[in-house]
């Protein structure tokens, strides 16, 4: 049932629904036909699902953005949901918000598009005139995929700025912000302003497409619903409620669903019974003597109390309300604060990531340390009826105090079954208060450490009366350092008190070396740390009140809370003067951009149901390295909807496959290599069917050895994959012998997972005849997915056809994992002869695909007293999984990038791809480069730190040159280097920014600024295939062998043959890629210029023959075979003369490279480690650009994706090699606050690139290791707090640089008291693969 164009009542449609289980998500959009809202993690992190729902109520009628992943479709009974489907067509009309994302160039991959589009449709609904941060909190919980995947403007742009810039709107008027963008376009010589896109072209706002809240929705009422296996009942009043809980002592409350939702589908916990109290009035109370809040009040209903009482209060009452607050903006996304409960957190008593540490949040803290009262009402005390007296609920309920008590373990209250909990109450009191939380990224993520501290003190004195310090994330639930504060009471605060506080406070807050969570040596630093802030911002106080000195000014800073800076952005091109309709070169939208704003675009799991299709869900091992003894499916076999389980005895063909060695197999049949190894699958009616039947089915193991998980324990075995590749140029024997230093270090890069927001999908479906079968794949090697499927299906490659419409982020993670699953799901669509699907939900995705390969190398570096590096030694491991892979070829590129951009006379390296039982790392934007760049730089900026020598100074004078050589003996011609160098230099305003830097060091103790400038060098070289068809109405069809993942090939595929043709681009269509129309292709990486390459060469020949007139003047009844014959040509194509020998040191690896340089601003903060990114200045010489917009796209979100790589991202596994990291809940990609908050992308001016396709270059790789700057940025912060210890030169800073790592290099008294364990004393929770 809708009500206008999906704007669904979902109370109403349920009823109807076929399988109204409680777990349905509203974002699986399969059920409802609509395909807008995507699936990106289904636990609440990435925003991708974000629905708008409008709920009357009683006090608060209000539309709310909310994670329909996480919303039971019972839940939104009496709500109107609106999805991105409902606000806007391309048919019909846009929304302005989906207008102007995909006219600004907002949307790539487009997957995270309908999500962001839906945070600001529900911003705007409630509030018409948001201000800037009021935009930043509504995206807080929407993973921008195009920050992380193909570049684009990060959403910080798109969203923010570039939806919100553009001339009033009469609905809207806060939209007319202005927006810094600077864009510079050069006819001739004359710079004029010339936008990425025109703010004139927007539509204004129809009122007509704002749907309104249907009136039928105002009176809530109760629901009774039963589910395959749970009954959710809604009870209208408080009495109903203790009625029921009463009878159904073991039911689960829910409200938010956010806690309760994730343990159903990730730890497979069953609540067959749900009370849902979201519209009992008593339970959405508040109350204002002191402040009380009912049970059911969301997150975002407290912070607006709590924001109203700070207004109208004064300062001393509202201590504490602050500090909720300010723990409020930390907590979660809007989409979750929009619906959790404060009084579920509470009850929780534990954050909800599931390794996480901390045992609450500080705003629990805060309760407990302030007597805060909860209320509990007693079910028990009612009569077991469903007409319930109100004599017993006047019997009153039980009030408790949040003290440290009331959490008697981990996970649990001291709330009876029967209990629930009313409302809570929030002091308005208490003078000396501070909260803290510190968690790996700032916004929405579990925190590691959170506190909350307090002190009264003597009247009129500094002596200590009271103290409470409490500590989560240093044991299983909130603990009290009560030793501490009892042994402070009575002292004065001072110098001696800190010193005796943090040498007992290191003693109470101990941790076991192993235990859960990890970092330990950080969090049991952390809570010295945050003791002193409470410390300083304490006495900074009590120094205004006249009772104690005033804090030194250089420490005031770590006293200051954090708060954003409103970003700006510059984006400067160049557009060469050419004919008007030529739309080479210009800023063109990507071509699906609007059918993406709308949710219109296909992706492959929205292909719609074939009527006997069938779901797959995976069997995996839990053991890293196995002998399988059975595998028993006998109860799976008999579990509702189950159809066949699928094991390798039921492989037609090959089981042998591997998409680049045949060292793999389909199925696992006698060993498991790895945990994820894929075993088996089940089939069923449904995926929830198959996943439930899947976890029935029981492998039994037997262990074997070794198991080797990290690259150390490959070294210990010798397990590398053959042949090791060494690269050497001239005599480093004789250079370190010249040399005038020699230095030697070592250096860690952790791996990176794709994080591409659609997973891993398969639709394979049989054809019925010869063997044939179709399937539809998100994929970016259709090929190479036909060649191994046809392997296993034992069939001609002739009988498979692989398409591929469109993918939701690729970045090398579907190059080649993609076919474990393709294969799998071919086989048994084979099999059962009927159409299968499998779209992997992100845990699972996470858990068997692999990422891009950790690195640990050993250099040893020669070098002059100028600086000038004559000798080079490096060597690299990397940890290439259970199988090969593309390992080999990874290596490779990590040989020919290990000098990056210096030009050094003697050089040797060698790579060792180690053998381990993880699943198979593969690639990854950038293929080894950056891990074999980020060596290179570690080893100048030793140098440049051993001879005290500025590291710019030490990098500029070691650049390469015109007519340099590699150590692969390859001349650089056309270098443009120097050119990017000196230009980066300018714009960014080195010199004036590196003595501001200085001068804030010399200022500030606590908190440090660095600043580094980094070059790039990438090596390109690649093959394409293409294929035009025109017809005789005139239009032209496109194929070629690229796949679109967001990057914008079609786009620019369109862009050449226009110019080529001489027709304009709405003359040209891309379909899709399909092995059927392009056979044979290379998989699609970061070169869409060699793709482009491949359509010039097919359509430009086109041009001048008779087609112009067929286009111009279309004529169907064309037939003559002579006439038609020239309008189809199709060209495959090889760079010329490419080959390189290691053997001999000859030939040329690459065709041509494309340069970089960025310079990024830092500020740390060195007692927690939260780094800041202040400023990036990019230069890239990209040739001249196909299209500006697209590239800027590239450079900004490859930029921001090595910014995750090197300084957040982080996979944990455990010793035995289990990924604890599965999902974006404990893996953090970066969120909109870690775009440098002032950001300039530059491409170079006149710099024509003759080796490729209208003088352009590829751009979606080599950007993205320019993010390492603001890695060197952070290390030259550290290394200005190692000074303040009397610490210098040289030290070793692993990738990427979290907190934890920054923390534990800026050495200082409080890290001195928390030494670490000695390794091999201990086994550790998570180990360093
Ligand atoms: C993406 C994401 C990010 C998160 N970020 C954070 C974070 O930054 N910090 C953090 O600490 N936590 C975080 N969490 C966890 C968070 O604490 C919970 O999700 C939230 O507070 C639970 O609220 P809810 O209403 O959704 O709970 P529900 O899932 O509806 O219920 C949670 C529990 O509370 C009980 N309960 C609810 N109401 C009552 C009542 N009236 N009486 C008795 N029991 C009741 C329920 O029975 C259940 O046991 C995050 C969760 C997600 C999914
Ligand atoms: S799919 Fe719902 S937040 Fe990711």
């Given amino acids: 049932h809708r009500c206008g164009p999906n704007v669904l009542y979902p109370s109403v449609y349920a009823s109807s629904f076929h399988d109204p289980q409680y777990q349905k998500p509203l974002a699986d959009d399969q059920w409802l036909g609509l395909t807008g809202t995507k699936l990106g993690c289904a636990e609440g992190g990435c925003g991708a699902c974000t629905v708008m729902i409008s709920k009357y109520h009683p006090h608060l009628g209000r539309h709310h953005s909310v994670n329909s992943c996480l919303a039971p479709v019972c839940s939104l009974h009496h709500c109107a949901v609106t999805t991105v489907e409902g606000i806007g067509s391309v048919a019909g009309k846009l929304h302005p918000v989906q207008e102007r994302i995909a006219m600004s160039h907002g949307s790539q991959c487009g997957f995270c598009t309908p999500g962001i589009v839906m945070s600001m449709y529900a911003l705007l609904r409630n509030n018409p005139t948001p201000r800037m941060v009021d935009i930043e909190e509504a995206f807080q919980g929407n993973t921008d995929t195009h920050q992380h995947t193909q570049g684009t403007f990060t959403v910080r742009f798109i969203g923010l700025q570039n939806v919100c810039s553009f001339p009033k709107c009469s609905r809207y008027p806060g939209w007319e912000f202005q927006v810094n963008v600077l864009t510079v376009c050069c006819q001739g010589n004359i710079l004029l302003p010339a936008p990425l896109y025109n703010p004139a072209d927007f539509q204004p706002l129809d009122p007509t497409q704002e749907i309104i809240f249907p009136p039928e929705l105002m009176s809530p009422t109760r629901l009774s619903f039963m589910g395959e296996r749970v009954l959710w009942l809604q009870p209208a009043s408080l009495d109903e409620l203790l009625d029921l809980k009463a009878r159904y002592p073991n039911a689960k409350l829910v409200v938010g669903n956010t806690e309760v939702g994730i343990e159903m589908k990730f730890k497979n916990l069953l609540y067959p019974v749900i009370l849902a109290p979201s519209y009992i009035p008593e339970l959405n109370t508040i109350e204002h003597t002191d402040l009380v809040f009912g049970a059911s009040c969301s997150l975002t209903v407290l912070g607006d109390v709590l924001k109203t009482a700070v207004a109208s209060l004064p300062t001393h009452q509202t201590g504490v309300l602050i500090a909720v607050l300010e723990q409020l903006r930390w907590f979660a996304g809007l989409q979750i604060r ?89 002091p308005y009191t208490v003078k000396y208060f501070a909260a803290y939380k510190q968690s790996p990224r700032r916004e929405d993520d579990i925190s590691i450490v959170t506190s909350g501290m307090s002190v009264t003190f003597a009247e009129g004195t500094a002596v200590v009366k009271e103290m409470a310090l409490s500590y989560g994330g240093m044991a299983a639930t909130t603990v009290l350092a009560k030793y501490t504060a009892s042994g402070l009471l009575g002292k004065q605060w001072g110098e001696e008190l800190l010193q005796d506080a943090c040498a007992s406070l290191a003693k109470e807050m101990t941790l076991h070396p192993s235990a859960p969570g990890g970092m330990v040596t950080y969090r049991r630093a952390l809570t010295l740390s945050l003791f002193y802030k409470f410390y300083l911002t304490v006495q900074r106080k009590l120094a205004a009140e006249g009772v104690c000195v005033e804090v030194r000014a250089d420490y005031v800073s770590a006293t200051e809370i954090y708060h954003q800076n409103t970003a700006s952005s510059v984006q400067i091109f160049q557009v060469k003067g050419q004919k008007e309709e030529d739309v080479v070169g210009r800023p063109m939208m990507h071509l699906s951009a609007m059918k993406q704003a709308t949710g219109e675009a296909i992706y492959c799991d929205d292909i719609p149901l074939y009527e006997n299709e069938l779901h797959l869900c995976l069997i995996t091992s839990t053991k890293a390295h196995a002998r399988i003894l059975s595998i028993d499916t006998s109860e799976a076999d008999v579990m509702p909807g189950v159809v066949t389980c699928v094991l390798a005895k039921d492989i037609p063909g090959s089981n042998v496959t591997g998409p680049a060695f045949y060292d793999e197999t389909v199925l696992a049949d006698h060993t498991v290599t790895c945990v994820g190894h894929i075993i088996g699958a089940v089939v069923a009616d449904t995926q929830a069917h198959a996943k439930r039947a899947a976890s029935a089915v029981k492998v039994s193991y037997e262990d074997l050895q070794p198991v080797i998980i990290t690259i150390q324990d490959a070294i210990t075995h010798q397990s590398f994959y053959q042949p090791i590749r060494t690269l050497q140029r001239g005599d480093t024997k004789q250079g370190f012998t010249q040399a005038d230093h020699v230095l030697e270090g070592e250096i860690y890069m952790g791996g990176q997972e794709h994080f591409y927001l659609e997973t891993n999908a398969t639709v394979a479906v049989p054809k019925g005849e010869d063997g044939e079968m179709e399937l539809f794949v998100s994929t970016q090697a259709p090929a190479k997915t036909q060649a191994l499927v046809a392997k296993a299906l034992g069939v001609p490659a002739n009988r498979v056809v692989v398409r591929v419409k469109r993918m939701g982020g690729g970045f090398g993670g579907k190059e080649s994992r993609s076919t474990i699953l393709s294969t799998v799901v071919a086989v048994a669509a084979h099999k059962l002869k009927r159409p299968v699907r499998c779209m992997l939900d992100r845990d699972e995705d996470m858990l068997v695909t692999g990422g891009r390969h950790p690195f640990y190398g050993q250099y040893k570096v020669g070098y002059m007293k100028s600086g000038k590096v004559v000798a080079l030694k490096v060597t690299f491991y990397s940890n290439a999984g259970n199988s090969m892979d593309l390992s080999f070829s990874i290596m490779e590129r990590a040989l020919f990038h290990m000098e990056n951009s210096y030009n050094i006379a003697n050089v040797w390296g060698r790579g060792y791809p180690c053998k381990t039982n993880l699943p198979s790392n593969t690639a990854f934007r950038g293929f ?15 140098v440049a730190q051993s001879l005290g020598l500025p590291t710019e100074q030490v990098r500029r004078l070691n650049l390469y040159k015109q007519g340099d050589t590699t150590p692969y003996s390859q001349i650089l011609e056309h270098i443009t280097l120097d050119r990017c160098w000196d230009e980066c230099l300018e714009t960014a305003h080195y010199k004036q920014r590196r003595a501001a830097v200085d001068q804030y060091n010399r200022n500030h103790r606590w908190t440090k600024r660095g600043l580094a400038i980094v070059p790039t060098k990438f090596g390109i070289s690649f093959t394409a295939a293409a294929l035009v068809h025109i017809y005789t109405d005139g239009s032209v069809l496109l194929t070629h062998g690229g796949t679109e993942m967001g990057q914008g090939l079609h786009t620019k595929m369109v862009q050449v043959a226009s110019r080529c043709l001489d027709i304009p681009t709405s003359k040209i269509h891309i379909t899709e890629t399909s092995t059927s129309t392009v ?12 793709k482009c390459n491949a359509m010039h060469s097919v359509a430009n020949p086109l041009l001048g023959r008779q087609h112009p007139d067929i286009i111009l003047n279309p004529d169907p009844n064309l037939t003559l075979v002579a006439h038609l014959m020239p309008l189809f040509r199709r060209a495959f194509l090889r760079t010329p003369d490419l080959g390189y020998d290691f053997e001999t040191n000859a030939g040329r690896a690459f065709n041509y490279f494309t340069y970089g340089v960025a310079c990024s601003e830092v500020e740390i903060d060195c007692l927690t480690g939260s780094n800041t990114n202040l400023h990036t200045t990019i230069v890239m010489d990209v040739g001249n650009s196909l299209n500006p917009a697209l590239d800027i796209g590239q450079v900004e979100g490859g930029f921001i994706q090595g910014v995750g ?69 952070i290390k030259d912060a550290i290394t200005a707090a190692r000074a303040e210890s009397g610490l210098s030169g040289p030290f070793r800073l692993d990738s990427p640089a979290t907190p934890e790592r920054i923390r534990n290099a800026c050495e200082d008294r409080f890290t001195k008291m928390c030494p670490p364990a000695l390794p091999g004393t201990f086994t550790p929770w998570a180990v360093t693969v």
């Fill in 338 to 426: 929009n619906v959790a409960v404060f009084f579920s957190m509470l009850t929780c008593s534990f954050c909800t990531s599931t390794h996480a540490l901390s045992v609450s949040l500080s705003i629990s803290l805060i309760i407990c340390l302030y007597p805060s009262s909860l209320s509990l009402f007693s079910a028990s005390r009612f009569p077991c009826s469903f007409s319930l007296s109100l004599l017993d609920f006047l019997a009153g309920p039980r009030v408790v105090v949040m003290d440290e008590n009331f959490f008697p373990g981990y996970r649990r209250t001291i709330l009876t079954p029967e209990e629930i909990l009313l409302s809570v109450l929030i």
């Fill in 928 to 942: 080894g480069g950056p891990q074999g760049m980020l060596v290179a730089e570690s080893w100048i900026n030793d």
């Fill in 1079 to 1090: 056979p044979n292709t290379s998989p699609t990486l970061g070169y869409n210029v060699a």
């Fill in 1205 to 1273: 790589l090197f300084t957040l991202e982080e996979l944990k596994y455990s010793p035995q090699g289990y990924l604890f990291t599965r999902g974006p809940g404990m893996y953090k990609i970066p969120a909109f606050g870690d775009i440098p908050t002032d950001l300039t992308v530059s491409l170079l001016r006149d710099a024509p690139n003759q080796k490729a396709i209208f003088s352009s270059k590829a751009v979606g790789e080599p950007p993205l290791f320019l993010a390492a700057s603001v890695f060197f940025a």
